[in-house]
């Protein structure tokens, strides 16, 4: 059974720097690519990084690049997002996610989320 | 980006009604190989999302068969046939085809 969860969220101040970690298991981790999603308070759905399976590839929206690093660690089948001059606007429920091929197009299987308040 | 934008936001419903959601896309998902990446999800209050619809009209694993999906280029769109009970929550769909991948802004289901 595919088993993602979250840990390392909570409360940080603008400004302030968090790194979020996901535990895989139950697949064969370093054969998929992987994500993280993140769903603000007004309920709206963000996809926020993505890592090829490798990670040699990494893929962010404007919203993010340059202060979010996705990194992975097959060897402790480990995702990770560290997150830096964080704002407001970052307070969400931040989820990892993996799609049913190893390649992501969709998200089939979802962490329980981790939840990052940034607050002053 | 792919705006993708998802009408209705809220759908009131009764138990054993038929809806459908649309969302339209700022330009084709259809890639060069002719593959559209276009999936929905369902996320209930407490719970992970959970994925739906893929490819434009696969049901995922475990999905009941009121749930289908349809559409082409920059239309689709989502019926439910005979809401349940557990049918209820916010309904997304996401545009996978282009980088960033993005998300409707989600429709509410709610009973009347």
């Known amino acids: 059974e595919v088993q993602l969860v979250e840990s390392g969220g909570g409360l940080v101040k603008p400004g302030g720097s968090l790194k979020l970690s996901c535990a895989a298991s139950?697949?064969?981790?370093?054969?998929?690519?992987m994500s993280w999603v993140r769903q603000s308070p007004e309920k709206r759905l963000e996809w926020v990084a993505e890592i090829s399976s490798g990670g040699s590839y990494t893929y962010y929206p404007d919203t993010v690049t340059g202060r979010f690093t996705i990194s992975r660690d097959n060897a402790k089948n480990t995702l990770y997002l560290e997150m830096s001059s964080l704002r407001s606007e970052d307070t969400a429920m931040y989820y990892c996610?993996?799609?049913?091929?190893?390649?992501?197009?969709?998200?089939?299987?979802w962490g329980q989320g981790t939840l990052v308040t940034v607050s002053a | 980006d792919v705006v993708v934008t998802q009408t209705p936001l809220s759908l009131p419903v009764s138990f054993g009604d038929q809806v459908s959601i649309s969302c339209r896309s700022s330009q084709s998902l259809a890639n060069s190989y002719g593959n559209t990446y276009l999936s929905w999800y369902l996320h209930k209050p407490g719970q992970s999302p959970q994925l739906l619809i893929y490819?434009?009209?696969n049901r995922f694993s475990g999905v009941p068969d009121r749930f289908s999906g349809s559409g082409s280029g920059t239309d689709f769109t989502l019926k439910i046939s005979t809401i349940k009970p557990e049918d209820l929550g916010m309904y997304y769909c996401l545009q996978g085809t282009h980088q960033p991948r993005t998300f409707g802004g989600g429709t509410k289901l709610e009973i009347k």
């Open positions: 490819g434009i009209s």
């Open positions: 139950g697949f064969t981790f370093s054969s998929y690519a």
């Open positions: 996610a993996r799609d049913q091929s190893t390649m992501i197009t969709s998200f089939a299987y």
